[in-house]
């Protein structure tokens, strides 16, 4: 059973910083890609980034290049979301998910999914 857990969600004002974490359990973790997504108020599910399972190729939605950082420590079986230079318009829940397959490549479909954490940020 795949388990994804995230957490480092919270109010932040403009401007400021955040590091959103997932813990994955129930996999190789480090087999497998990992992304970020987020859904805010009224809209439909984006991308906000993605990580391949070597660690070493990373994919951005333009909205976030630049600002944010995704990174992964394959030890700790967890897969971060540095958020820098927030905006109001990065308010909503941010999601992490594996992708269906060890070893795969673009395009990523994911299978699992967490269960979200809040990202509020005022202005």
């Known amino acids: 059973q795949v388990q994804l857990v995230e957490s480092g969600g919270g109010l932040v004002q403009a401007g400021g910083s955040l590091r959103l974490s997932c813990a994955a359990s129930g996999r190789t973790f480090g087999a497998y890609a990992m992304g970020w997504f987020r859904q805010a108020p009224g809209k439909e599910r984006e991308f906000v980034a993605a990580?391949?399972?070597?660690?070493?190729?990373?994919y951005y939605a333009d909205s976030v290049k630049g600002r944010f950082t995704i990174s992964r420590d394959n030890a700790k079986k967890t897969v971060y979301l540095q958020m820098n230079s927030l905006k109001p318009e990065d308010t909503a829940v941010y999601f992490c998910?594996?992708?269906?397959?060890?070893?795969?490549?673009?395009?990523?479909?994911?299978?699992?999914w967490g269960q979200g954490t809040q990202v509020t940020v005022s202005s």
């Open positions: 998910a594996v992708d269906s397959v060890p070893y795969g490549s673009r395009p990523l479909r994911y299978d699992y």
């Open positions: 990580i391949a399972w070597t660690g070493i190729t990373t």
